[in-house]
């Protein structure tokens, strides 16, 4: 965080601080991180609609990154340089049939130990909308049709089993695909998917065995487990309250998340219990976060700027305990 904050700033920042401490069991407070400090790794052109939806980590500290509006596959270097790897094909009609947002809409991000990348678009016709491949140096290829009516948000790998697992926004549900490609399946519905004003499942990770997923009308992160049979399980709420959320990550092998919380402009941290302790706001730069990477004592957040209108880039920030 920057040291040039205003003492009173500082002071109603502390005051903020201590009354959430205090909502937190003890056990919880020993061990919850905080932000060291924060810069600014990288800053994107809004004018050629390089608005950072997710992000995956790459060898040698790089991130992947998928940037919607502009459609393009880039990786970032640990020193902020931009690559772009491939360029998704733009609809003939420019995407004005997408569900919910009218644009051809670039998500989710998922790299492969063997360095594939997988991708969604959706662009509100049949033969363009679901998910993409990308293997090194090549074309992006759709290999899993979804439905035009399908806004593809979050992507999720299971290695163990070769899945691919998708959320979609507009349908509120979560689908389930082989990682060669195919026919994809209707894992995952219900009430606790659905949008209800504009967007329903949202951000989706793999963690624990079970799918968690973000529902952004709602607030909330829901849990999913997966059973023996690879079925999905009931869903339960994790954490509720969440306005705005968009996607989110897991501290470590336990349930500790951090959470992008995209109108707000804040990051946040979610303890088990659902206790929230805020991370990152606009002083940090943030321009509506919209998903988050954790690697190591390091907290990667990319900022579409869908919201404020400007300055879309990604921070990294030092966590400490």
Do not use: C
């Not at 004018?47 to 940037?67: C, F, H, I, S």
């Not at 420019?94 to 991708?119: C, E, Q």
């Amino acid at each position: 965080m920057s040291a040039s904050r205003a003492p009173a700033r500082a002071f109603l920042g502390a005051v903020v601080l201590l009354a959430a401490l205090a909502a937190l069991p003890v056990s919880t407070l020993a061990a919850a991180p905080s932000v060291a400090s924060s810069r600014m790794l990288v800053l994107f052109n809004i004018d050629k609609g390089q608005l950072p939806e997710n992000m995956a980590p790459a060898p040698g500290g790089a991130l992947d990154v998928v940037l919607n509006g502009a459609g393009e596959v880039a990786q970032v270097g640990p020193g902020g340089r931009v690559k772009i790897l491939a360029t998704l094909p733009a609809p003939a009609d420019g995407g004005v049939n997408t569900p919910l947002v009218k644009s051809a809409f670039t998500a989710g991000m998922v790299r492969a130990p063997d360095g594939t990348i997988y991708t969604l678009y959706s662009t509100g016709t049949s033969g363009q909308t679901g998910i993409y491949r990308i293997v090194p140096g090549g074309t992006p290829q759709l290999i899993v049709a979804l439905p035009a009516t399908s806004l593809a948000n979050g992507l999720a790998l299971d290695t163990s089993t070769h899945e691919l697992y998708v959320s979609d926004s507009a349908l509120g549900v979560v689908w389930r695909a082989p990682q060669a490609g195919g026919t994809p399946e209707m894992w995952a519905s219900g009430a606790a998917l659905a949008p209800t004003s504009f967007l329903g499942a949202n951000g989706l990770k793999l963690h624990d065995h079970a799918i968690w997923v973000s529902n952004t009308d709602a607030g909330t992160i829901l849990r999913i487990p997966i059973e023996s049979g690879g079925g999905a399980g009931p869903i339960s709420v994790f954490a509720s309250g969440l306005a705005t959320i968009d996607d989110f990550n897991f501290v470590g092998s336990g349930n500790e998340i951090v959470a992008a919380l995209d109108r707000d402009n804040q990051v946040v941290l979610v303890a088990p219990g659902g206790s929230q302790l805020l991370l990152l706001d606009a002083s940090d730069g943030l321009e509506g976060p919209t998903s988050i990477v954790v690697r190591g004592n390091k907290l990667y957040v990319a900022s579409g700027g869908y919201f404020t209108g400007q300055n879309p880039n990604i921070l990294v920030a030092q966590l400490q305990r």
